[in-house]
């Protein structure tokens, strides 16, 4: 048993306002998983080439000013930090695969996601205080996605929590579990896909990285997927742009959506959406069974 939450903006006044609306929704779900915990957050882009790289260190203590002097002199090049606690934010013009392998030289560091309008927090613990921690309340943007963990068959650690990303500006989520992940995995690993973990969640993740690299529209990727992988799934993910959501042929995990002129939200429980500005005049439904659910910014 997990919990999943969407939260996306119509209204650009109430961006200032993304974690303060999204955090009673984490909060509601933490019962349904308290070992770990994790939200993407997606705001403007950044101008020309630069990108964002969010990284978690294993040591608390860590300086991440240490940590970004020694990028500017591996790489040189410079680069612009913003950290709290064991998370920072790397923005550079550094490109992707070459920041991923300076980031796997450290072993106190885990590269979380890369993009120019994304950035993602997840640790192991309970919700609330990670929450607390990486300061989700204060937190603007155009809409997130979250997820509380209950591990199930996999490790409980922060390469485990959820949002899984793949590419650029690309994370998903899911309460449920899959029955074949072994075989996805072993296929997707044929066609040169690399996997970190042992997750579950992940070979749904990388199945949808295979065919956005074959030139699949998020929806193309998402309708092969679900064709691929088996199991009782909710799968919610985002872009820069847009909030998708499919459920399993049977829709036996809970979801519940809810609809206003100012925001789209989504959760595992109503209750998670109860405390929204505009519920009692939202358009309320459950999704139905493997149907493609889009919302875009």
């Not at 933490?30 to 882009?45: I, K, N, T, W």
């Not at 519920?279 to 439904?285: E, G, N, P, Q, V």
Request: glycine share 6%; with cysteine; proline share 3%.
């Amino acid at each position: 048993m997990c919990g999943i939450v969407g939260l996306l903006i119509r209204n650009e006044t109430l961006h200032k306002a993304l974690g303060e609306m999204t955090l009673p929704m984490l909060h509601c779900m933490a019962e349904r998983g308290a070992d770990s915990a994790g939200l993407a957050v997606f705001d403007r882009p950044l101008a020309g080439d630069e990108r964002r790289f969010n990284v978690f260190a294993v040591d608390r203590a860590i300086d991440w000013n240490a940590v970004a002097a020694k990028f500017e002199t591996d790489m040189r090049t410079t680069c612009r930090l913003e950290s709290v606690d064991n998370h920072a934010v790397f923005i550079t013009n550094v490109g992707s695969a070459a920041f991923a392998q300076w980031a796997a030289a450290d072993d106190r560091l885990l590269l979380l996601c890369a993009g120019r309008t994304m950035d993602l927090y997840k640790d192991v613990g309970h919700p609330l205080e990670i929450a607390e921690r990486y300061r989700f309340g204060s937190m603007r943007g155009s809409h997130a996605i979250g997820h509380t963990r209950m591990a199930t068959e996999s490790a409980i650690s922060p390469a485990h929590a959820h949002p899984y990303t793949a590419g650029e500006d690309f994370c998903l989520v899911q309460n449920g579990s899959l029955s074949n992940p072994y075989m996805t995995r072993r296929m997707l690993e044929a066609k040169g896909l690399e996997f970190h973990t042992d997750n579950d969640t992940e070979a749904a993740c990388r199945c949808i990285e295979w065919r956005l690299r074959q030139g699949d529209t998020l929806q193309e990727a998402v309708r092969t997927t679900i064709g691929t992988i088996d199991g009782f799934y909710t799968l919610l993910m985002a872009t820069s742009n847009e909030m998708m959501l499919v459920r399993d042929a049977f829709a036996c995990k809970p979801c519940v959506v809810a609809e206003t002129d100012d925001y789209v939200a989504v959760a595992s429980e109503y209750r998670s959406l109860a405390d929204l500005p505009g519920i009692k005049r939202a358009k309320i439904h459950e999704p139905e069974p493997e149907v493609i659910y889009a919302w875009n910014v």
